[in-house]
T-cell receptor
Framework: NAGVMQNPRHLVRRRGQEARLRCSPM?????VYWYRQLPEEGLKFMVY????????ESGMPKERFSAEFPKEGPSILRIQQVVRGDSAAYFC????????????FGDGTRLSIL | AQKVTQAQTEISVVEKEDVTLDCVYE???????LFWYKQPPSGELVFLIR??????QNEISGRYSWNFQKSTSSFNFTITASQVVDSAVYFC?????????????FGSGTRLQVQP
């Protein structure tokens, strides 16, 4: 299966620790999007990246959150000094260069903060 | 700003009933795409359909059908002869790929429970 791969599937952290979420896009896709789903809510856009560039980070909190998509390797969403409110499902999606393509989602990472 | 409204928070039906999930959207753009995704209890997001704003033809795929009405800014989803396996949260979403912001705007979802 060459779909969008996210790991880990589940991540548990204590308050104050760092969380790193990884996303490998579908083969041939160079656009990556991160979304957050709080419990019982819809998905909210966080950040849109192309290789080595952040295109749109309008949905990402200004503090503690960062994202990267290096030339080699997966995209990383990093949350520093996690708090209870960061508990959520984080989904990654990818698309090809064409804006006409649907966004394929990974299975998500469920982050739990103790 | 774009907005997607799914007014039905939760719907419960009995197996074999037909059910329609409503989706109303707002956008200033003339070119856009509409999507439906299914999120079963296992949590992953399953892509169901994408519709171009220039294509108002209804679409049918097995027991699923979609009714796109540009005049009312609606993109409703009907499941015919529902089954227990259809139980999930269904999300409608909107994107505008022709601008720099390609992100999807999601509705809050409709939880469908199909009782045996």
């Amino acid at each position: 299966n060459a779909g969008v791969m996210q790991n880990p599937r589940h991540l548990v952290r204590r308050r104050g620790q760092e969380a790193r979420l990884r996303c490998s896009p579908m083969k041939g896709h160079s656009h990556v999007y991160w979304y957050r789903q709080l419990p019982e809510e819809g998905l909210k856009f966080m950040v849109y990246l192309q290789k080595e560039n952040i295109i749109d980070e309008s949905g990402m909190p200004k503090e503690r959150f960062s994202a990267e998509f290096p030339k080699e390797g997966p995209s990383i969403l990093r949350i520093q000094q996690v708090v209870r409110g960061d508990s959520a499902a984080y989904f990654c999606a990818s698309s090809s260069d064409s804006g006409n393509q649907p966004q394929h989602f990974g299975d998500g990472t469920r982050l739990s903060i103790l | 700003a774009q907005k997607v409204t799914q007014a039905q928070t939760e719907i419960s039906v009995v197996e074999k009933e037909d059910v329609t999930l409503d989706c109303v959207y707002e956008t200033r753009d003339t070119t856009y795409y509409l999507f439906w995704y299914k999120q079963p209890p296992s949590g992953e997001l399953v892509f169901l359909i994408r519709r171009n704003s220039f294509d108002e033809q209804n679409e049918i795929s097995g027991r699923y059908s979609w009714n796109f009405q540009k005049s009312t800014s609606s993109f409703n989803f009907t499941i015919t002869a529902s089954q227990v396996v259809d139980s999930a949260v269904y999300f409608c979403a909107l994107s505008d790929p022709d601008t720099g912001r390609r992100a999807l705007t999601f509705g809050s979802g409709t939880r469908l429970q199909v009782q045996p």
